[in-house]
């Protein structure tokens, strides 16, 4: 259990204080790994972006996802009973969405070069796992030199289903419960982040990076 993200986030940054030797740039999921990527960027002294992805919720239950989507790429489970036309539907609804929102984040901020970094991508916890893979292979598309997966809390399943993946080289779990029905039942203080915090935190963390 934790008390909030700053708690998640300073003991995942704890777990990743070796990679400060390293090029690294932090990458995490809008919008609650925004609050933990930022203290992960700050002890790191590297740079935070953000990971453009949204998942896809089956057509008869929204929070459960089927898969997730970027503006360049698609990931998809087998879904029983879900057509080819609610896939595309839902894919052309959510990527207006990230158009949207790639807008706001990219105002005043430019998005970081991945090529030959270690990526650590970041969020406040993983349920299924597809926006993190989706978010994977729109890494992998840069050329990094290592992507790291790091989040306070996961299922046993999906920590294993990402440590069997390919394209991560480490994945960093603090807590891998059995009784995982959400994120947030791991946290005491679990409130939603606005955009507009999750944007405040990325342009505030880039300019205290020091040189």
């Given at each position: ?11 995942l ?30 002890a790191?002294n ?12 089956h057509?008869?239950?929204?929070e459960?996802a089927?898969?997730?989507?970027s503006l ?23 990527r ?7 807008d706001?984040?990219?105002?005043n ?5 991945l ?44 920590v ?9 080289d ?14 947030g039942?791991?946290?005491?203080e679990?409130f ?9 935190l990325?342009?505030e ?7």
């Open positions: 259990m934790f008390k909030d993200r700053i708690d998640a986030g300073t003991q940054a704890e777990k990743l204080f070796e990679f400060k030797k390293e090029n690294v740039v932090v990458l995490a999921i809008p919008r609650g790994g925004l609050p933990l990527g930022a203290i992960i960027a700050k790191l590297a740079p935070l972006d953000v990971a453009l992805t949204k998942k896809i919720g057509p008869f239950n929204k459960y089927i898969g997730a989507v360049e790429n698609i990931v998809l489970n087998d879904a029983i009973g879900v057509t080819k036309g609610y896939i595309k539907e839902e894919t052309t609804r959510l207006i969405k990230l158009k949207d929102r790639h706001q984040y990219y105002k901020n430019v998005p970081q070069n090529k030959d970094k270690s990526v650590i991508i970041v969020d406040d916890g993983i349920a299924t796992g597809n926006t993190i893979l989706v978010t994977i292979e729109l890494v992998k598309m840069q050329d990094p030199k290592k992507i790291v997966v790091a989040i306070p809390v996961a299922p046993p399943t999906t294993h289903k990402l440590e069997d993946y390919p394209e991560i480490e994945v960093i779990c603090l807590e891998t419960p059995y009784n995982f029905h959400a994120v039942q791991f946290y005491e679990f939603q982040v606005s955009d507009q915090e999750a944007i405040k990325l342009e963390s880039n300019e205290n990076i020091s040189t």
